[in-house]
């Protein structure tokens, strides 16, 4: 069973760059495509970006298109989220989240494994 444990969070001024980090344990990483999510208060919980098992295929929300990076080390067992220019709307508490197989899905509830989650606090 994957174990997920986020970090990096914290506050950032608007234009400014934060890394989230996600470290995971349990299992055979390279054979989970991994995820971030984000829950602001008040909205659904929303899907952010997604990688491959090998890191050759990513997608992304549009809204972060162009400015967050997600990237992966299975040596590490790491997944990354570089958000660069951060913006007011992109303060929540983000998760990193897993799923045993192939497909590439953008759904919550396709991912069995969840973090505990990591707070971005954005100041304007």
């Known amino acids: 069973q994957e174990q997920l444990v986020e970090s990096g969070g914290g506050l950032v001024q608007a234009g400014g760059s934060l890394r989230l980090s996600c470290i995971a344990s349990?299992?055979?990483?390279?054979?989970?495509?991994m995820a971030w999510f984000r829950h602001a208060p008040g909205k659904e919980r929303e899907f952010v970006a997604v990688?491959?098992?090998?890191?050759?295929?990513?997608l992304y929300t549009d809204s972060v298109k162009g400015r967050f990076t997600i990237s992966r080390d299975n040596a590490k067992n790491t997944v990354s989220l570089q958000m660069n220019s951060v913006k007011p709307e992109d303060a929540a508490v983000y998760y990193c989240a897993a799923r045993n197989g192939a497909a590439i899905f953008s759904r919550p509830y396709d991912y069995a494994y969840w973090g505990q989650g990591t707070q971005v606090t954005v100041s304007s």
């Open positions: 990688i491959g098992r090998s890191g050759g295929t990513t």
């Open positions: 349990g299992g055979t990483f390279s054979r989970y495509v």
